[in-house]
Nanobody, 123 residues
C-alpha cells in the first residue's frame, strides 16, 4: 500500500506561485496515475489535475494554463506547479494515487490519499 506525503503549501499573494510536492513510499509511483485534488472550506473536494500512469495529463478548467502536474518516477515524487494564483485557489490540496491507467477525474477512482497541505492566497 502506497503512502503519500504532501509538502510545499503556504501563504502567498495573488499572482504568486507555489510548487507542491508529493512523496510516495511503499510502492513504485510509475505504476499509479497520480492526481491532485483540493478542498476549500465548506465545499466538496474537487479535482485539480492528474498525470496518467501511461502518460498524459488532464486539468480542471479552473486551473488550465496556470497549473502543471509532473512526476519524477526515479524520486517517487509528483509535483504541482501553481502559477498566477488566485484567492479562489485557497484550499487544502491533496495528492492521490489511482490504480487505474486513465481514471475519470473523480475522487472515487483514487485509492490512496495524502493528508493534505494548506494553500492560502491573499488578495
Amino acid at each position: 500500500q502506497v503512502q503519500l506525503v504532501e509538502s510545499g503549501g503556504g501563504l502567498v499573494q495573488a499572482g504568486g506561485s507555489l510548487r507542491l510536492s508529493c512523496a510516495a513510499s511503499g510502492g513504485a509511483l510509475r505504476t499509479y496515475t497520480m492526481g491532485w485534488f483540493r478542498q476549500a472550506p465548506g465545499k466538496e473536494r474537487e479535482f485539480v489535475a492528474q498525470n496518467w500512469s501511461g502518460g498524459g495529463t488532464s486539468y480542471a478548467d479552473s486551473v488550465k494554463g496556470r497549473f502543471t502536474i509532473s512526476r519524477d518516477n526515479a524520486k517517487n515524487t509528483v509535483f504541482l506547479q501553481m502559477n498566477s494564483l488566485k484567492v479562489e485557489d485557497t484550499a487544502v490540496y491533496y495528492c492521490a494515487a489511482s490504480l487505474s491507467v486513465a481514471p475519470p477525474p473523480k475522487r472515487s477512482w483514487y485509492n490512496y490519499w495524502g493528508q493534505g497541505t494548506q494553500v492560502t492566497i491573499s488578495s
